[in-house]
């Protein structure tokens, strides 16, 4: 951890190096079009695009597993829905315009849950085998907690899992026809969603068009400042729910369990979403901006973009080494300086990013990046 000590220093010295360069606050170079539609283009559509298809893959690996029940079928689900994780988790943080449209975010992922709702609701309906539960037009409609990869978390790798690929059907058989609604319902959302960015008469024209005819956004402005504030909720959500915290419990209510810790996905979701932020940051052009155009203040905003780019570097390289201690498989034997490791560069990273990221784009110093959009 010296070097992630080393580097929060560095920047201290960044910030107060740069103190009279901001003072007067940034000009009008910042492109927020240019932003707008190269994160469209180079991010947000390739990542919906790959997260769609991974829950086509999921779908489609679920359904030839049930009908023919094999282990190495099962396995070959589970690996799918691991992939279908870990593509959400590099386009997660994006959350508003479609994904948040008909409470489609919750129904991908509903989380953080302190109470446990999807545990129980699933459990129930394994249990009790409702047929009409299984209906697509009646999952459409069912509760953001007993859908969503969560949900299909719990029918493949939760109490009762281990016999899913018993050659008794009707053992098995409500199992099967719930992941299989599950896993066709997660499609549908995720198909949807990159519908609507990639289709020029939906979302596409509104984030591309902002003007005082635009019912969304009225200033260019107002794109870069729904990605800054995406940017700051993310690694917020990151330390209040899904890390564990220095005393080794976490706002989930899960403790010392991390989000998708019984599917063993947990350090790769992670993983996935620090890969994301760096996403929005590299392919967006943030790094290619400037406040007011001067070689000087690109150089500061390069300067300080790059730190939050090696921190978040240095949480991959902690959840690196999670992954490869002997305590991988049981996250409740992890020590907590280990989760501790991964925490302090995401809140270095979101430290900085904050105050930057506003600055360089010129959006205003009351802006909240947890106000909502």
């Known amino acids: 951890m010296a070097a992630v000590r080393f580097v929060r220093s560095a920047w201290h010295v960044a910030l107060a190096a740069a103190a009279v360069l901001w003072a007067a606050g ?13 994160l469209l283009e180079e991010h947000i559509i390739p990542s919906y695009q790959d997260f769609a298809s991974r829950t086509q893959s999921l779908a489609d690996a679920t359904r030839s597993f049930c009908d023919a029940r094999s282990e190495a079928g099962l396995a070959k689900a589970r690996s799918a829905f691991k992939g279908a994780v870990i593509a959400w988790g590099r386009i997660g943080h994006i959350r508003f315009g479609p994904a948040v449209t008909d409470n489609r975010y919750d129904r991908i992922l509903f989380w953080p849950d302190p109470r446990h709702v999807t545990m129980k609701q699933v459990g129930r309906l394994l249990r009790t085998k409702p047929e009409a539960a299984l209906k697509p037009e009646n999952v459409a409609t069912a509760s953001v907690a007993t859908v969503g990869l969560r949900a299909l978390e719990i029918v493949f790798f939760g109490p009762g899992s281990d016999d899913f690929a018993s050659a008794d059907k009707d053992k ?6 719930l992941a299989l609604a599950l896993s066709e319902d997660l499609h549908h959302t995720a198909a949807v969603i990159f519908e609507d960015w990639t289709s020029s008469d939906r979302f596409q024209q509104l984030w591309l068009h902002p003007g005082a005819d635009n019912s969304r956004y009225l200033k260019p402005s107002e794109t870069t400042q729904a990605l800054v504030q995406s940017f700051a909720d993310r690694l917020n959500r990151m330390l209040a729910f899904d890390i564990p915290s220095a005393d080794g419990e976490a706002s989930n209510g899960n403790g010392t369990m991390p989000i998708f810790g019984p599917s063993g996905v947990a350090i790769d979701f992670l993983s996935a979403s620090l890969d994301g932020l760096e996403a929005l940051l590299k392919e967006g052009g943030f790094l290619d901006q400037s406040a007011s155009g001067s070689a000087e203040d690109t150089e500061d905003v390069q300067q300080r973009l790059n730190v939050v780019l090696t921190e978040l570097r240095f949480a991959r390289r902690a959840l690196g080494l999670i992954a490869q201690s002997e305590a991988r498989g049981d996250f409740k034997t992890i020590p907590v300086a280990m989760w501790k490791s991964v925490r302090l560069p995401v ?12 600055a360089e784009a010129g959006l205003s110093s009351g802006f909240n990046a947890l106000d909502g959009d």
Not at 26 to 38: G, L, S, W
């Open 26 to 38: 940034p000009a009008a170079a910042f492109d927020h079009a240019d932003v707008a539609r190269r």
């Open 172 to 177: 098995t058989h409500y199992r099967c026809g």
């Open 347 to 358: 809140e270095n990273a979101r430290e900085i990013a904050d105050e930057t990221l506003k």
